[in-house]
């Protein structure tokens, strides 16, 4: 949690309140004792609130909702508890969007985002503005929608969400179209470019696909990936009369 600094001043805040826990049992100077053991408890407190990320997410949940068989429209919403470390965080980015396909109508709470951009690594980043009249240190509910065309025709498709905060749990689900089955499904995350399988996925009725990651790795990314079987004639010519 702490750089080598911080370390060092953590340490020597930890020494102080055991001096002070031994002054207050082993001498007669307690109130002396007390006031060290307090002061560096305060002092510890202040260095683990500093240093905190800038915001904290207790529950995200994702979902990819594939409306065809073609796969060349879809959905996505990401819901998720978010809140505001410090009293000066002003606004809010989700980060770390994947650009698969032409990704369309950005929504965050119903509303356009204020920004909208692209990192280094050519994913998205959408930009919404802290509510004033709500103390976002409390915690708020925010909700990120997009559209994907033409992003899951193929044979395989991952859902992926990158832990760019602090979060306590996150959940993967998509919702495939009747008609063309799932057929395999796993679960996996990366960090470093290492790849570390997780728990195999929740499959329901062949076309709905689930999991879940508690405590999930900060900079990690969590992927649910999926191959389905490819869509027949008769799905292929409906997709291209749409």
């Keep these: 949690m702490f750089d080598k600094r911080n370390q060092l001043v953590f340490y020597a805040n930890t020494l102080i309140i055991m001096f002070g826990l031994t002054v207050i049992l082993f001498s007669d100077f307690v109130l002396v004792g007390i006031l060290f053991t307090v002061i560096a408890a305060i002092l510890i407190f202040e260095q683990i609130k500093q240093n905190k990320g800038a915001f904290s997410i207790t529950d995200l949940e994702k979902t990819l909702t594939i409306s065809d068989t073609c796969g060349t429209q879809a ?4 819901k998720q508890n978010t809140t505001a470390c410090h009293m000066d965080n002003t606004v809010y980015w989700f980060k770390s969007i994947n650009p698969i396909g032409m990704i369309t109508n950005f929504s965050i709470n ?3 985002p204020i920004e909208q951009k692209k990192d280094n690594n050519n994913k998205y980043q ?5 509510p004033v009249t709500f103390k976002a240190t ?5 909700t990120l929608k997009c559209s994907y065309k033409n992003a899951f025709g193929r044979t395989e498709g991952i859902l992926s969400h ?3 905060d602090e979060t306590d749990r996150i959940r993967l689900v998509v919702d495939l179209p009747k008609g063309r089955p799932v057929s395999t499904a796993r679960a996996y995350c990366i960090q470093n470019g290492e790849e570390e399988a997780l728990l195999p996925p929740l499959i329901t009725g062949e076309t709905r696909i689930e999991t879940e990651v508690v405590n999930p790795k900060f900079g990690a990314e969590y992927c649910l990936q ?4 490819e869509p027949n004639l008769l799905q292929k010519i409906g997709c291209y009369i749409k």
């Design 162 to 164: 990158t832990v760019d």
């Design 110 to 112: 119903g509303q356009s």
């Design 138 to 142: 409390n915690g708020i509910e925010t």
């Design 75 to 78: 959905t996505l919403i990401q």
């Design 226 to 229: 999926w191959n389905w079987s």
């Design 126 to 130: 959408v930009c919404m503005a802290l």
